[in-house]
Each structure stands twice: as C-alpha cells, then as structure tokens.
Nanobody, 120 residues
Framework: QVQLVESGGGLVQAGGSLRLSCAAS????????LGWYRQPPGKQREFVAS???????NYSDSVKGRFTISGASGQNTVYLQMNSLKPEDTAVYYC??????????????WGQGTQVTVSS
C-alpha cells in the first residue's frame, strides 16, 4: 500500500482557480497511474482525471478543458490545476494510486481527501 497526502483545497469564488497536490509516501512501481476523484455533498465518489507514468491523461467530460492533471518526475507527486471553477465543482477531492498488474490497474492507495468549496 501507498500513503497519499492531498493538499491545496480551500474556498474560492466561481471562476477562480485552485491547484491540488498529492504526494505519495514512497516510489510507486514503474507502470502506475495517479488519479483524482471527488465526492460532492450527498453524492457518490466520481472520477475526475488520471495520468499514467507514461504521461497518458484522461478526464471526465465535466472538467475537460478546465482542469489539467500533471505528474512530477517519477510519479511520486501529481497535481490538479483547476480553472474556471463552478459551484458544482464543490466536493471532497481524493487522490488514488494504482499499479499495472497483468494488464489492469489495481488500486494501491487512497488519500484522505481535501475539501474544495466554490461559492457562487
């Protein structure tokens, strides 16, 4: 298992920006994927964005064009730059680490979450 620590959440007005960071407690295997998920109040956790150790990114339709995921060298840290924030982006944001095992990604850790609140 990998411990993940998120930071960078907070309160921002609609149209503003925030940058989330997620740091892993140790190096993750060469073939890995780091992702961001969020859980809005009263709703289920949902996928936001992910990046593989080879730099392949994926985004949910709701954030495409506004959010950018990036990873530091070695994929020990991942960032989520969030621009043009909307009140519906309000949620607890979680970081997840996965490793490639026999062709599929297997989860090896979740962060504790960081609150993002967007006021209208």
């Amino acid at each position: 298992q990998v411990q993940l620590v998120e930071s960078g959440g907070g309160l921002v007005q609609a149209g503003g920006s925030l940058r989330l960071s997620c740091a892993a407690s140790r190096s993750i295997s060469e073939d890995n994927q780091l992702g961001w998920y969020r859980q809005p109040p009263g709703k289920q956790r949902e996928f936001v964005a992910s990046i593989t150790s080879r730099g392949r990114t994926n985004y949910s339709d709701s954030v495409k064009g506004r959010f950018t995921i990036s990873g530091a060298s070695g994929q020990n840290t991942v960032y989520l730059q969030m621009n043009s924030l909307k009140p519906e982006d309000t949620a607890v944001y979680y970081c997840k680490a996965s490793v490639l095992v026999s062709g599929d990604y297997s989860t090896v850790g979740w962060g504790q979450g960081t609150q993002v609140t967007v006021s209208s």
